[in-house]
């Protein structure tokens, strides 16, 4: 009767069956890579907030597009 308000011990290591560490660290290497995608996506954003503006100010300096050109005659 005593066993059913003992609490349950954490198993060892070398209990666990090594799938599951194996998992755990395709886990956590998945999760790490997903951060760091997310930083690279963040960082983007900044650069293309910070400098996109300053692109559409030069963007009649650096030639237009291709519609703005005109030929002599037509």
């Given amino acids: ?4 308000f003992k609490t349950p011990k954490m198993p060892t290591p070398q209990q666990v069956a ?16 997903q951060e760091e995608s997310q930083a690279r996506q963040m960082a ?11 692109r559409m100010l030069m ?4 030639g237009g597009t291709a519609e703005d050109e005109t030929t002599l005659g037509t």
């Fill in 1 to 4: 009767m005593s066993n059913l």
């Fill in 18 to 33: 090594p799938e599951v560490t194996e998992a755990q660290k395709r886990q956590e290497e998945r999760l790490e890579a």
């Fill in 44 to 54: 983007a954003r900044r650069r293309a907030r910070q400098y996109g503006g300053r």
């Fill in 59 to 62: 963007a009649s300096i650096r």
